[in-house]
DNA sequence: TCCTTAGTGTGATAAATATCACTTGATAAT
DNA sequence: ATTATCAAGTGATATTTATCACACTAAGGA
């Protein structure tokens, strides 16, 4: 289970045997099915997940109660709400199950304890930070530029694997689209 | 010229004097006037700049010609186009000053030898690279959750310093609605 | 001083998108 | 087998926003 994470890291920094281990006792794994909670809003936020099979959703909730998803998480990615964890406050959103999902969690000690005892990893998570937000401003861009189609096609170019996993009024809602608006734009 | 810089590394990481000095040899400094560009689309991207006074915009152009803010940065902020200047390829966005502009330079090279050479500045740029990360993302929020005019009141509350600053015409680039759409939502 | 340009506001109209209401097909639960 | 539930499509209409056209003001350059 935790070889997936060793490629992960490996495209980034190379590690030796010893070094992975010291990294695999940070991380405790956890099964998850559809429809459960990692994250709740309200509640603290222990973790950080990376993901080794599924899906997720990361969801904002209005004052009126109206949902939209911040953004999907599938295998090899890094989720979790990065506000709450690293200023170790209260969730500000949710991240729930849109499959069943297997992920190692790490603590937000564990994560300083392992940037501070290896910098290879801190090296390893600027690098995942610098270019998560890179995919941020990519898609402010896209929203700059484009109008609700082009968009919906930007997003089946980008992750054509995403949208055979995830209902459309999911995507309507990552969109930013009624999913009534979305259903039209197809042909 | 460099305290600033000190100032706003301290704010998250402590620095001997021996620290800073060498943290100092990375930089150069440099000044532009209003409408120069510190980087031009298709260019190569040689640094990454920390703005001491001044003010530039960040600017998307799409293929009919249309441009848009992806961001501002003013005193105190860190800018550049990030994908070009991390995989070292030539630039997609420009950087243009909208005042005159007091800027420190730190080309890539330097960004890797200061992070090799001080761990704390590795740190630094962690935390800096998490938090610009978790701003682009509550930008998305503020998309995926509200309309134009509430868009712009929020523009107002998180940045009321900007607004006086740039002429209405760029706010309505950065927040995507068209100049006139801007202009009516105001009383 | 005169002229140009940038910034802004506003009316008229078109286009994009949201909302509400209803239907259908597929799947899951009992 | 029957009933709920979810996902998806579609028509009618309302709302939001873009686009085009024009006017006005202030600031800067020749």
Redesign the pocket.
């Known amino acids: 289970m935790h070889d997936k994470l060793r490629e992960h890291i490996e495209k980034i920094v190379p590690l030796s045997d010893d070094e992975f281990a010291f990294v695999c006792t940070h991380f405790t794994p956890k099964k998850f099915k559809k429809h459960q909670f990692l994250i709740q809003e309200g509640e603290a936020v222990k973790y950080s997940y990376f993901i080794i099979t599924g899906l997720l959703k990361l969801v904002h909730t209005d004052e009126t109660g ?1 949902q939209r998803i911040v953004s999907f998480a599938m295998e090899d990615w890094w989720e979790s709400d990065y506000y709450a964890f690293y200023t170790q406050t209260l969730a500000t959103m949710s991240l729930e199950c849109v499959e069943n999902t297997e992920v190692l969690c790490l603590s937000f000690e564990d994560y300083r304890k392992l940037c501070d005892g290896l910098q290879k990893m801190e090296r390893f998570f600027l690098e995942k930070s610098n270019f998560g937000f890179i995919a941020s401003q990519r898609r402010i861009i896209s929203w700059l530029t ?6 919906y096609e930007q997003l089946l170019k980008q992750y054509p694997a995403l949208i055979q996993r ?7 809602s990552y969109l ?12």
């Open positions: 109206k484009s109008n609700a189609k082009e968009r995830v209902p459309k009024s999911l995507l309507a930013g689209v009624s999913r009534e608006t979305l259903s039209r734009l197809s042909p």
